[in-house]
Structures are given as structure tokens and as C-alpha cells.
């Protein structure tokens, strides 16, 4: 697991990388799961809504949702 941190430093998000490839992204307050990329459907997932939100790994664009 790797904590994304904003340009001062300060934790904003944490990523975790499965063994299978896929990219789980989770906000810290409150630590909850905002989506994930699935890189075998090459599809990013909002965890909220259970709909994709497009192709490619967007898991980033989750955790700026949430600033």
C-alpha cells in the first residue's frame, strides 16, 4: 500500500496493487474505497455507483472527487 500525498507533503489518499494488476484507491478521511482499475477489462470502476467511468487507469481522478 502507497499513501498519495499532495505537493506538501501531506497524505491525501492511499493506493493498493493487488497481485492480479488491480489498482484499488482509497480516500483517508474517512477511509473508505472510492473505485478501482481493472487492468485486464482496461476499465476504471467508481466504487459509490458500481459504473465504470471510462478506459484506462483513471483511479486518480476518484481521489480529486473527494479534495
Known sequence: MQFIRNNKGIAIGKLHVLDNGVKRIYSLNPSRLLGWYDPTSDKT???????????????FLLLSNTL
Not at 455507483?49 to 484506462?56: A, L, M, R
Request: net charge negative; hydrophobic share 35%.
Open 45 to 59: 470502476i467508481d466504487a459509490k455507483s458500481g459504473s465504470w467511468i471510462g478506459f484506462g487507469d483513471q483511479t
